[in-house]
C-alpha cells in the first residue's frame, strides 16, 4: 500500500509546527523540573546586569559585579524583570524558554536547505535534524538558567538560515536583500555577545557560493559586510558608548591598553 506524499497544506504549516512543537519542548524543562536553576552567575551578575539594562549604575557602584558588570546587559533584562516582579521559578523559565525557542525557525530553514524534499521521510529528516540540534549537553543545561548563550546565539543562527535561503533563491535581487540580511544578523550576534565575532568570519564563505559569478560575489561580500557592521553598532552602540563615557574604551575592560592611544589623542582620562 502506497502512502501519499505530504499536502501542500502540510508542507505550508510545517515550520510552524515545528516551532510550536519546540516551543513546548523548551518549556516543558522548567515546568518537568518546577524550577529554574539560579546559578552563582545568576546571583552575582544577571539579575545585577538587567538592572543596569535598565538603569545605567556606573555613577552609582563600583565594579558591582567584578569584571562582569561590563557585559552586554540587555539580554539580561527579562531575567531582572522576572525577579523583581516575584515570578516563580516555572513562570520565569517557561517564559525564559519562550523566548530560547526562537532559535528553532533558523535551524529548520538550514535543515530543509539541506533536505529540500517533499516526502514523509525528508518531513521526518528535518523534523529529527531540528531535535538533534538542541539535544546537546550545552544546548539543555541552557533550558534551565539564566544564561544569555541561547538568546545571543539566535541572531548568528538567523545569519546562517538567512544566508542559506539566500543560496536557494535563483532570483538575484532577492538573493542579495537575503545575503544582506544576513550579514546584518551577523552584525547583531556580535553586539550580542562579542566572542561570536570568529564565527561571524566565517560566513563570507555562505555569502560567496553559487552567486553566479565573481561580480555578484563580490557585490554581495561588501553588502554583507556594511550590513554586519551596520548591525552590530546599531545593535551595540549605545552600550558601548555608555562604556566610551565611563572608561575610554568601548568594549572595556578587553584590549584596553589598544586603546590608550586614542584617549591621549582625544585628551581624554579615565
Known amino acids: ?61 563600583l565594579a558591582a559585579a ?32 519562550l523566548l530560547q525557542a526562537l532559535a528553532v525557525p533558523p535551524v529548520w530553514i538550514v535543515a530543509r536547505w539541506v533536505c529540500p524534499g517533499a516526502t514523509w521521510t ?11 540540534a538542541f539535544l546537546g549537553g550545552l544546548g539543555l543545561s541552557l533550558l534551565d538558567s539564566t544564561s544569555n548563550d541561547m538568546l545571543a546565539t539566535i541572531p548568528y543562527l538567523w545569519a546562517v538560515a538567512l544566508g542559506a535561503l539566500a543560496l536557494s533563491t535563483p532570483e538575484r535581487v532577492r538573493g542579495r536583500r537575503l545575503t544582506y540580511a544576513s550579514g546584518l544578523m551577523a552584525g547583531v550576534s556580535v553586539a550580542f555577545k562579542l566572542s561570536n565575532g570568529p564565527l561571524a568570519l566565517v560566513l563570507p564563505l555562505l555569502w560567496c557560493l553559487n552567486t553566479g559569478g565573481p561580480r555578484e560575489a563580490l557585490r554581495r561580500l561588501i553588502g554583507a559586510g556594511l550590513a554586519s557592521v551596520l548591525g552590530c553598532l546599531v545593535a551595540y552602540g549605545g552600550w558601548g558608548w555608555q562604556l566610551w563615557q565611563y572608561a575610554g574604551n568601548p ?12 584617549r591621549a589623542l582625544l585628551g581624554w582620562q579615565p
Open 1 to 61: 500500500m502506497l502512502i501519499s506524499p505530504p499536502s501542500a497544506r502540510a508542507l505550508r504549516w510545517e515550520p510552524w509546527l515545528v516551532w510550536l512543537a519546540g516551543m513546548l519542548a523548551f518549556a516543558s524543562v522548567p515546568v518537568v523540573l518546577g524550577q529554574i536553576g539560579l546559578s552563582w552567575d545568576a546571583l552575582n551578575h544577571h539579575i545585577y546586569l538587567g538592572w543596569v539594562a535598565e538603569q545605567p549604575r556606573f555613577d552609582r557602584d
Open 66 to 97: 567584578g569584571n562582569q558588570a561590563y557585559q552586554y546587559p540587555y539580554l539580561y533584562w527579562p531575567v531582572y524583570k522576572l525577579a523583581m516582579a516575584g515570578a516563580s521559578g516555572v513562570i520565569a523559565g517557561v517564559v525564559l524558554a
Open 122 to 132: 525528508d518531513l521526518l529528516l528535518r523534523l529529527m535534524a531540528v531535535v538533534l
Open 251 to 262: 568594549i572595556y575592560p578587553f584590549y584596553d591598553g589598544h586603546f590608550g592611544g586614542l
